[in-house]
């Protein structure tokens, strides 16, 4: 486990544009809980859930042939971030009716304290937060 002086501490992984990386970058992001003490906190499954949805659209929608997509998982005592960088185009959105395909950013924002986009040269970062004070219990 991190020692609180050591916050914050951030983990990087890329991921290739291969229908595996959405359940590798899943069991990076429950590891990096792990790591940093938190693998019984009880928002883990949403964390983990949202990690799935973002990458799934990094590939779906954001990494084109031949790319991939960057997951950054950062904590700092407080906030634990995700982001998923990809090098693709257009703004990811809500949709106003969710169909068969278009649940993910209907979940991230439900489990999600706040989630967004930022630009990037090329592409985007797509991320999410979730409140975990420090010295809250963990379990």
């Given amino acids: 486990m991190i020692e609180s002086s050591q916050l914050p501490v951030q983990r990087d992984q890329f991921y290739r544009r291969d229908r595996r990386s959405v359940a590798a970058a899943r069991l990076f992001a429950r590891w990096s809980l792990v790591y940093w003490g938190l693998g019984a906190w009880e ?3 949403d964390l983990s859930l949202c990690v799935s949805e973002l990458a799934t ?3 779906l929608h954001g990494a084109p042939p031949g790319r991939g997509f960057l997951l950054r998982v ?20 809500v949709p106003e ?3 068969e395909g278009g ?6 924002a439900a489990l999600a304290d706040k989630w967004g986009v ?7 970062v797509v991320w999410c937060e979730f409140v975990h004070p420090a010295g ?3 379990g």
């Fill in 43 to 45: 928002r883990a499954d």
């Fill in 57 to 59: 659209n990094a590939l």
């Fill in 74 to 93: 950062r904590y700092d005592g407080d906030v634990l971030r995700v982001e998923v960088h990809d090098s693709g185009g257009g703004e990811p959105c």
């Fill in 97 to 99: 009716y969710a169909d």
């Fill in 103 to 108: 649940r993910g950013l209907f979940l991230v």
């Fill in 118 to 124: 930022g630009q990037r040269d090329p592409g985007k």
């Fill in 136 to 138: 809250s219990p963990s």
